[in-house]
């Protein structure tokens, strides 16, 4: 063989070894069956297919896979949400239609949104929430007739436009007493009478105890005019005003602390006592990771129960926080953090099904993390106390909680 051949011989050899190896390479790279793609090797080819069966998943798991809150406790209690008027179309409408079946107003039906002056009735906001409960077959709580907070300052002013708190006559003090009664019954009666055949349940007054206050009553305008005349007129009218069929609720924060419990407790008791139609206790359960015990909460239920009241869980959250932590993770929130809200939500359902006799309704103020009174108490901060985070994905807690409700 001449020089000549010899070199071209080598020269296709020496392409050929380099095709053959750059194909066995290739192969591993880009395999032909799956195998590494299951097991995640990487590479362009499985990175792409990873991808789109990662989207196909949350597809997936958002229409199929995120079962529904209320049905899955539809043979223990109802399940709500507060939500504002602004919530009642898109993306959050589709949390609530789905997840709930009562609703309460979160504002839209407080005092000073309804009459923020004497004699003009403001409808707008509460009628837009009760037509969207109705149109998606939800029931409606109100909240609330009488709060010491958002009512408009006309209530408390005599006929001459005075403060009455600081009437110092007798005579003008009764005066003022009837006066701002009779106002309170006429606020009652007219809210009650317009959605009597749309709300069967109702808040009617709201966080009357504070331990720390004269008689453990809360010193506000309303005791300090009327003293516990206030909460009787709210409940008798309503009564007369909606009829025997609505159920009528004292609602307050903090009714697992023992104190603050019994004082509530008396306060009720001597209100059925003197045919005050009172049928349940709205147990606020604004708690946060750490506190309170469980097995306090149940306790209170329990109590009230003992009285033939019902029980209702009427703002459910959960902050991430400790009460006397003012610190904030931002929007990094540990996993840890998450994971433990998840083990508490979940315990907490337990508790709620175990107790299912003496409780009708668990309420959360919120649907998710993008819309909560806590981003702003104590302190402004990132907060995360509820079951979907802010992209309205079902975060740990949820998962907990649907655990809880499929457990023997």
């Known amino acids: ?37 299951r097991i995640g090797n990487p590479g362009v080819a499985s990175t792409e297919k990873t991808e789109e069966q990662r989207v196909q998943q949350t597809d997936e798991t958002d229409e199929t896979d995120v079962p529904s809150l209320h049905e899955l406790f539809a043979k223990d209690f109802g399940i709500g949400a507060a939500i504002e008027p602004g919530q009642i179309t898109g993306r959050s409408a589709e949390l609530f239609k789905k997840h709930v079946n009562w609703l309460v107003a979160e504002n839209a039906m407080k005092m000073d949104a309804i009459q ?117 007129t709210a409940f008798r009218a309503a009564r007369e005003a909606g009829g025997p069929d609505i159920k009528l609720y004292i609602n307050d924060y903090g009714t697992d602390n023992p104190v603050k419990r019994d004082r509530l407790y008396q306060l009720v008791a001597q209100m059925i006592e003197q045919d005050v139609p009172i049928d349940g206790v709205g147990h606020q359960t604004h708690i946060d990771i750490y506190n309170p015990s469980i097995d306090s909460i149940i306790t209170s239920m329990r109590k009230f129960a003992d009285l033939g009241l019902d029980n209702l869980v009427t703002e459910l959250d959960m902050s991430i926080y400790a009460w006397n932590d003012h610190s904030d993770y931002g929007e990094q929130i540990p996993d840890h953090i998450l994971n433990l809200q998840a083990e508490r939500y979940g315990k907490l359902f337990q508790a709620f099904r175990e107790n299912k006799g003496i409780l009708s309704g668990v309420v959360f103020w919120g649907i998710a993390d993008d819309h909560t009174w806590l981003h702003g108490f104590p302190v402004p901060r990132t907060n995360a106390p509820l079951l979907f985070d802010q992209q309205h994905e079902p975060k740990p807690a949820f998962w907990a909680v649907v655990e809880a409700a499929k457990a023997k």
């Open 1 to 37: 063989m001449s020089r000549i051949m010899k070199y071209r011989f080598w020269i296709v050899t020496a392409i050929a070894a380099v095709i053959l190896v750059s194909v066995f390479l290739l192969s591993n790279k880009f395999p032909l069956n799956n195998e590494d793609e």
């Open 116 to 232: 923020p002056a004497e004699g003009q009735f403001q409808w707008a906001n509460a009628d837009r929430i009760v037509e969207f409960a109705k149109k998606n077959n939800m029931q409606v709580r109100f909240h609330t007739l009488v709060w010491h907070n958002q009512v408009g300052d006309w209530f408390f002013k005599d006929a001459d436009g005075k403060p009455m708190v600081e009437e110092t006559d007798p005579k003008r003090q009764e005066a003022n007493r009837r006066l701002l009664l009779k106002r309170l019954d006429t606020h009652v009666r007219t809210v009650v009478s317009r959605y009597k055949d749309d709300i069967s349940s109702w808040d009617v007054v709201n966080e009357v105890i504070e331990p720390g206050d004269p008689d453990g009553m809360r010193n506000s305008d309303w005791y300090k005019i009327t003293g516990t005349d206030y909460i009787a």
